[in-house]
């Protein structure tokens, strides 16, 4: 089973400032890592999958990097509407699994 | 924009059984894969069952595989999930989400439902 480590917990930061959010693989699963976005009272959404490619939709100030077992979400300036939860999620191998999630907060 | 309507959750006793519908509106039903994927109160995101365009393969989780069996009607453009030997762990929302494309193993969900909520207590 693949073990995806979310870190940090908690990020605070300003909106306009840059986030970097990370998801650690227990193996190698390639580029297959998606990064999904959870507001209070919302449906998960989809930011990117592939480990790289932007959903549908998704503004550019959201980019994913990393392959193998590192992976970077990056928000490059943060908006009001940014300051949430996010998760990423492997789908390399059964059982799928996602990480514990990161909460951007603002500071 | 697709849109997925679940329904059926509940408060439920220990042992039960309870099943899970998504209706599916705006998409070509038949074309794609869906999962749910539960949130448990206070806790993050966790897969639990997957089904392919065609009704199989189907995968689930370690945590429901014998007790839960997730199927599809391609003709009514919903999707189930059938809930037996319900435990406390089990009290969740659950998501119906729909995948990229045809396949379970692209296990990339791009749509989701607002959630229905099951509570196993007694």
């Known amino acids: 089973e693949i073990v995806l480590t979310q870190s940090p917990a908690t990020l605070s930061l300003s909106p306009g400032e840059r986030a970097s959010l990370s998801c650690r693989a227990s193996h190698d699963i390639g580029s297959q890592l998606a990064w999904y976005q959870l507001e209070p009272g919302q449906s998960p959404r989809l930011l990117i999958f592939g480990a790289t490619n932007r959903a549908t939709g998704i503004p550019a100030r959201f980019s994913g990097s990393g392959s193998g077992t590192d992976f970077i979400l990056t928000i490059s300036s943060l908006e009001p509407q940014d300051f949430t939860v996010y998760y990423c999620h492997q789908g390399s191998s059964w059982p799928l699994s996602f990480g514990g999630g990161t909460k951007v907060e603002i500071k | 924009e697709v849109q997925l309507l679940e329904s059926g959750g509940r408060l439920i006793q220990p042992g039960g059984s309870l099943r899970l519908s998504c209706a599916a509106s705006?998409?070509?039903?038949?074309?794609?894969?869906f999962t749910w994927v539960r949130q448990a109160p206070g806790k993050g995101l966790e897969w639990v069952a997957s089904i392919s365009a065609i009704g199989a393969p189907t995968n689930y989780a370690p945590s429901v595989r014998g007790r839960f069996t997730i199927s599809r009607d391609n003709f009514r453009e919903t999707l189930y999930l059938q809930m037996n030997s319900l435990r406390a762990e089990d009290t969740a929302l659950y998501y119906c989400?729909?995948?990229?494309?045809?396949?379970?193993?692209?296990?990339?969900?791009?749509?989701w439902g607002q959630g229905t909520v099951v509570t196993v207590s007694s």
């Open positions: 705006e998409v070509t039903f038949s074309n794609y894969a």
């Open positions: 989400t729909k995948g990229i494309n045809a396949y379970i193993e692209s296990a990339v969900f791009d749509s």
